[in-house]
Protein backbone atom coordinates (compact mmCIF):
# COMPACT_ATOMS: atom_id res chain seq x y z
CA UNK A 1 0.00 0.00 0.00
CA UNK A 2 1.49 3.02 -1.14
CA UNK A 3 0.00 5.91 0.80
CA UNK A 4 1.48 9.60 0.73
CA UNK A 5 -1.04 10.65 3.30
CA UNK A 6 -3.75 9.79 5.31
CA UNK A 7 -6.36 11.14 3.32
CA UNK A 8 -8.82 9.31 0.82
CA UNK A 9 -7.39 9.81 -2.85
CA UNK A 10 -3.77 9.40 -1.25
CA UNK A 11 -3.07 5.55 -1.75
CA UNK A 12 -2.35 4.53 -5.36
CA UNK A 13 -5.67 2.00 -5.29
CA UNK A 14 -7.97 4.63 -4.06
CA UNK A 15 -6.42 7.37 -6.79
CA UNK A 16 -6.93 4.67 -9.49
CA UNK A 17 -10.40 3.87 -8.47
CA UNK A 18 -11.48 7.84 -8.52
CA UNK A 19 -9.55 8.72 -11.82
CA UNK A 20 -11.92 5.92 -13.55
CA UNK A 21 -15.14 7.11 -11.61
CA UNK A 22 -13.99 10.63 -12.55
CA UNK A 23 -13.25 9.48 -15.90
CA UNK A 24 -17.27 8.31 -15.90
CA UNK A 25 -18.10 11.60 -15.32
CA UNK A 26 -16.26 13.01 -17.78
CA UNK A 27 -13.50 14.84 -15.54
CA UNK A 28 -10.16 14.27 -15.88
CA UNK A 29 -8.24 13.72 -12.83
CA UNK A 30 -5.77 16.56 -13.05
CA UNK A 31 -8.95 18.95 -13.48
CA UNK A 32 -10.39 17.70 -10.30
CA UNK A 33 -7.73 17.85 -8.19
CA UNK A 34 -6.86 22.01 -9.65
CA UNK A 35 -10.54 22.47 -8.21
CA UNK A 36 -12.58 20.06 -6.74
CA UNK A 37 -15.91 21.93 -7.27
CA UNK A 38 -16.31 20.18 -10.90
CA UNK A 39 -17.45 17.16 -9.59
CA UNK A 40 -21.05 18.31 -9.17
CA UNK A 41 -24.25 16.69 -7.28
CA UNK A 42 -26.06 16.15 -10.28
CA UNK A 43 -23.11 14.55 -12.28
CA UNK A 44 -22.13 11.83 -9.11
CA UNK A 45 -26.45 11.26 -8.99
CA UNK A 46 -26.14 10.26 -12.55
CA UNK A 47 -23.30 8.04 -12.10
CA UNK A 48 -24.20 6.63 -8.85
CA UNK A 49 -25.49 3.16 -9.81
CA UNK A 50 -21.68 2.65 -11.70
CA UNK A 51 -20.27 3.50 -8.75
CA UNK A 52 -21.72 1.18 -6.66
CA UNK A 53 -21.50 -1.93 -9.34
CA UNK A 54 -17.58 -0.66 -9.34
CA UNK A 55 -17.48 -1.35 -5.64
CA UNK A 56 -19.35 -4.41 -6.10
CA UNK A 57 -17.36 -6.20 -8.72
CA UNK A 58 -14.17 -5.27 -6.42
CA UNK A 59 -15.24 -7.85 -3.96
CA UNK A 60 -14.07 -7.23 -0.40
CA UNK A 61 -11.13 -4.16 -1.51
CA UNK A 62 -12.01 -0.67 0.14
CA UNK A 63 -11.13 1.71 -2.09
CA UNK A 64 -14.11 2.04 -3.94
CA UNK A 65 -16.20 2.37 -1.18
CA UNK A 66 -13.76 4.99 0.85
CA UNK A 67 -13.59 6.94 -2.95
CA UNK A 68 -18.03 6.78 -3.16
CA UNK A 69 -17.97 8.27 0.46
CA UNK A 70 -15.45 10.97 -0.26
CA UNK A 71 -17.67 12.28 -3.31
CA UNK A 72 -20.70 11.74 -1.96
CA UNK A 73 -19.78 14.21 1.25
CA UNK A 74 -17.60 16.65 -1.10
CA UNK A 75 -21.17 17.04 -3.81
CA UNK A 76 -23.82 16.71 -1.21
CA UNK A 77 -25.00 13.59 -3.49
CA UNK A 78 -27.76 11.37 -2.25
CA UNK A 79 -26.72 7.62 -1.32
CA UNK A 80 -28.20 4.90 -0.04
CA UNK A 81 -28.82 3.89 3.38
CA UNK A 82 -27.07 0.23 2.72
CA UNK A 83 -24.21 1.86 1.00
CA UNK A 84 -24.10 4.51 4.05
CA UNK A 85 -23.39 1.02 6.17
CA UNK A 86 -21.30 -0.53 4.18
CA UNK A 87 -18.89 2.55 4.10
CA UNK A 88 -19.13 2.93 7.56
CA UNK A 89 -18.24 -0.99 7.88
CA UNK A 90 -15.05 -0.67 5.63
CA UNK A 91 -13.90 3.24 7.19
CA UNK A 92 -13.66 1.16 11.03
CA UNK A 93 -10.12 1.25 12.21
CA UNK A 94 -10.17 -1.85 13.35
CA UNK A 95 -9.72 -3.17 9.84
CA UNK A 96 -6.44 -1.32 10.22
CA UNK A 97 -4.94 -1.59 13.52
CA UNK A 98 -1.79 -2.97 13.99
CA UNK A 99 -1.05 -2.19 10.02
CA UNK A 100 1.00 0.64 10.30
CA UNK A 101 4.79 0.89 11.08
CA UNK A 102 5.19 4.57 12.13
CA UNK A 103 3.06 4.83 15.36
CA UNK A 104 2.33 9.02 14.61
CA UNK A 105 1.38 7.90 11.13
CA UNK A 106 -1.61 5.64 12.59
CA UNK A 107 -2.93 8.05 15.43
CA UNK A 108 -3.55 10.49 12.30
CA UNK A 109 -5.03 7.62 10.34
CA UNK A 110 -7.19 6.13 12.98
CA UNK A 111 -8.42 10.32 13.89
CA UNK A 112 -8.79 10.63 9.56
CA UNK A 113 -10.68 7.92 9.76
CA UNK A 114 -13.30 8.97 12.59
CA UNK A 115 -13.60 12.35 11.36
CA UNK A 116 -14.81 10.86 7.73
CA UNK A 117 -17.26 8.31 9.61
CA UNK A 118 -18.91 11.02 11.42
CA UNK A 119 -19.16 13.11 8.16
CA UNK A 120 -20.54 9.73 6.92
CA UNK A 121 -22.89 9.17 9.14
CA UNK A 122 -24.59 13.03 9.36
CA UNK A 123 -24.39 13.27 5.97
CA UNK A 124 -27.52 13.69 3.76
CA UNK A 125 -28.57 14.54 0.21
CA UNK A 126 -28.04 18.14 -0.44
CA UNK A 127 -25.43 19.12 2.41
CA UNK A 128 -21.33 19.29 1.60
CA UNK A 129 -19.07 18.09 4.18
CA UNK A 130 -15.38 17.38 3.22
CA UNK A 131 -13.20 15.32 5.38
CA UNK A 132 -10.65 16.89 7.18
CA UNK A 133 -7.00 17.95 5.35
CA UNK A 134 -4.13 17.41 8.11
CA UNK A 135 -1.03 19.90 7.90
CA UNK A 136 0.77 18.75 11.00
CA UNK A 137 2.49 15.81 12.56
CA UNK A 138 1.53 13.05 14.65
CA UNK A 139 3.63 14.43 17.23
CA UNK A 140 1.13 17.60 17.47
CA UNK A 141 -1.62 15.11 18.07
CA UNK A 142 0.12 12.56 20.41
CA UNK A 143 0.31 15.40 22.50
CA UNK A 144 -2.89 16.68 22.46
CA UNK A 145 -2.26 19.84 20.65
CA UNK A 146 -4.73 19.60 18.21
CA UNK A 147 -8.51 19.77 17.90
CA UNK A 148 -10.42 18.83 14.92
CA UNK A 149 -14.00 18.58 14.43
CA UNK A 150 -16.30 20.87 15.70
CA UNK A 151 -18.10 18.44 18.51
CA UNK A 152 -14.41 19.49 19.71
CA UNK A 153 -14.23 23.14 19.64
CA UNK A 154 -17.93 23.32 21.72
CA UNK A 155 -16.60 20.78 24.42
CA UNK A 156 -13.45 23.22 24.70
CA UNK A 157 -11.89 22.67 28.79
CA UNK A 158 -8.18 23.70 28.50
CA UNK A 159 -7.53 26.23 25.82
CA UNK A 160 -3.63 27.06 26.65
CA UNK A 161 -1.93 23.91 25.09
CA UNK A 162 -3.96 24.15 21.87
CA UNK A 163 -1.58 24.64 19.10
CA UNK A 164 -3.72 23.73 16.18
CA UNK A 165 -7.24 23.55 14.98
CA UNK A 166 -9.24 21.47 11.71
CA UNK A 167 -12.76 22.46 11.16
CA UNK A 168 -12.30 21.48 7.68
CA UNK A 169 -15.41 20.54 5.66
CA UNK A 170 -18.55 21.14 8.25
CA UNK A 171 -20.37 23.22 6.19
CA UNK A 172 -19.57 26.24 8.26
CA UNK A 173 -21.47 29.69 7.96
CA UNK A 174 -18.98 31.50 10.36
CA UNK A 175 -15.88 30.51 12.59
CA UNK A 176 -16.55 29.44 16.04
CA UNK A 177 -16.24 32.05 18.42
CA UNK A 178 -14.32 29.87 20.55
CA UNK A 179 -11.77 29.62 18.62
CA UNK A 180 -10.89 33.39 19.28
CA UNK A 181 -10.26 32.56 23.02
CA UNK A 182 -6.97 30.59 21.69
CA UNK A 183 -4.58 32.92 22.12
CA UNK A 184 -1.28 30.23 21.57
CA UNK A 185 -2.74 28.96 18.23
CA UNK A 186 -0.52 28.51 15.96
CA UNK A 187 -2.30 26.87 13.05
CA UNK A 188 -6.16 27.49 11.78
CA UNK A 189 -7.69 25.23 8.93
CA UNK A 190 -11.24 25.89 7.71
CA UNK A 191 -11.39 24.64 4.35
CA UNK A 192 -14.25 23.32 2.31
CA UNK A 193 -16.97 25.18 4.56
CA UNK A 194 -19.28 28.12 3.60
CA UNK A 195 -17.71 31.08 5.03
CA UNK A 196 -18.21 34.53 3.60
CA UNK A 197 -17.48 36.70 5.95
CA UNK A 198 -14.82 36.20 8.94
CA UNK A 199 -15.19 38.49 12.15
CA UNK A 200 -12.52 40.98 13.36
CA UNK A 201 -11.60 38.88 16.71
CA UNK A 202 -9.30 37.01 14.41
CA UNK A 203 -6.98 39.52 15.46
CA UNK A 204 -6.98 37.77 19.21
CA UNK A 205 -4.99 34.88 17.50
CA UNK A 206 -1.84 36.72 17.48
CA UNK A 207 0.44 33.56 17.19
CA UNK A 208 -0.96 31.92 14.28
CA UNK A 209 1.37 31.41 11.24
CA UNK A 210 -0.87 29.24 9.26
CA UNK A 211 -4.14 30.03 8.12
CA UNK A 212 -6.16 27.86 5.66
CA UNK A 213 -9.49 29.50 4.00
CA UNK A 214 -9.77 27.37 0.81
CA UNK A 215 -12.98 26.27 -0.80
CA UNK A 216 -15.38 28.86 1.18
CA UNK A 217 -17.68 31.86 0.03
CA UNK A 218 -15.31 34.69 0.43
CA UNK A 219 -15.76 37.61 -1.94
CA UNK A 220 -13.12 40.03 0.38
CA UNK A 221 -10.14 39.43 2.77
CA UNK A 222 -10.76 42.00 5.84
CA UNK A 223 -8.19 44.63 6.87
CA UNK A 224 -8.14 42.62 9.93
CA UNK A 225 -5.79 40.40 8.95
CA UNK A 226 -3.02 42.90 9.02
CA UNK A 227 -3.26 42.68 12.60
CA UNK A 228 -2.16 38.79 12.58
CA UNK A 229 1.00 39.95 13.64
CA UNK A 230 2.63 36.28 13.49
CA UNK A 231 1.40 34.68 10.12
CA UNK A 232 3.69 33.19 7.78
CA UNK A 233 1.21 31.82 5.12
CA UNK A 234 -2.49 32.73 3.88
CA UNK A 235 -4.32 30.34 1.67
CA UNK A 236 -7.51 31.54 0.14
CA UNK A 237 -7.58 29.18 -2.49
CA UNK A 238 -11.57 28.84 -4.82
CA UNK A 239 -12.58 31.85 -3.03
CA UNK A 240 -14.24 34.73 -4.95
CA UNK A 241 -11.77 37.43 -3.62
CA UNK A 242 -10.51 39.74 -6.25
CA UNK A 243 -7.96 42.03 -4.10
CA UNK A 244 -5.90 41.75 -1.01
CA UNK A 245 -5.59 43.83 2.05
CA UNK A 246 -3.20 46.70 1.91
CA UNK A 247 -3.00 45.85 5.97
CA UNK A 248 -1.10 42.71 4.85
CA UNK A 249 2.19 45.23 4.09
CA UNK A 250 1.78 45.46 8.05
CA UNK A 251 3.42 41.48 8.62
CA UNK A 252 6.55 40.90 8.68
CA UNK A 253 6.52 37.49 8.45
CA UNK A 254 4.40 36.75 5.79
CA UNK A 255 5.84 34.80 3.12
CA UNK A 256 3.38 33.01 1.19
CA UNK A 257 -0.51 33.72 0.09
CA UNK A 258 -1.60 30.76 -2.17
CA UNK A 259 -4.35 32.13 -4.49
CA UNK A 260 -5.37 29.81 -6.92
CA UNK A 261 -8.75 29.85 -8.25
CA UNK A 262 -9.40 33.67 -7.01
CA UNK A 263 -9.55 36.70 -9.38
CA UNK A 264 -5.77 37.56 -7.85
CA UNK A 265 -3.79 37.40 -10.93
CA UNK A 266 -0.77 39.59 -9.78
CA UNK A 267 0.81 40.71 -6.85
CA UNK A 268 0.07 43.84 -5.23
CA UNK A 269 2.35 46.86 -5.44
CA UNK A 270 1.94 47.62 -2.02
CA UNK A 271 3.54 43.86 -1.03
CA UNK A 272 6.91 45.10 -2.14
CA UNK A 273 9.36 42.98 -3.49
CA UNK A 274 6.67 40.18 -4.13
CA UNK A 275 6.10 38.00 -7.01
CA UNK A 276 2.97 35.78 -8.66
CA UNK A 277 4.16 32.33 -9.22
CA UNK A 278 1.82 31.55 -12.44
CA UNK A 279 2.99 27.85 -12.44
CA UNK A 280 1.65 27.31 -8.97
CA UNK A 281 -0.33 30.60 -8.28
CA UNK A 282 1.26 31.57 -5.04
CA UNK A 283 2.73 35.17 -4.38
CA UNK A 284 5.88 34.80 -2.98
CA UNK A 285 7.06 37.66 -0.33
CA UNK A 286 10.72 38.33 0.43
Excluded at 95 to 123: N, P, S, T, V
Aim: hydrophobic fraction near 35%; aromatic fraction near 10%; proline fraction near 2%.
Amino acid sequence: MARSDVGILEDDEEADVAGFMLEACGIDSPDFYHNKRILTRENFEKNYKFFVKMAENRGSRRASYFVIGYFALITGGKITEELRKKILEIAKWEHEEGYWQDKEFALMRKIYLEDFREKIRIHKAGTKLHPAIFKYSGKDMSESRVLIGVNNILSLYEINDIKHVNLDGWNLTSIPHEIFELQNLKSLSLEFNQISDIDDEITNLTKLKHLFLDYNQLKSIPESFGKLASLKSLSIIHNNVNRLPISLKNLKHLKHIYVRGTGINQAPKFLKGSKLEPLNETIYLK
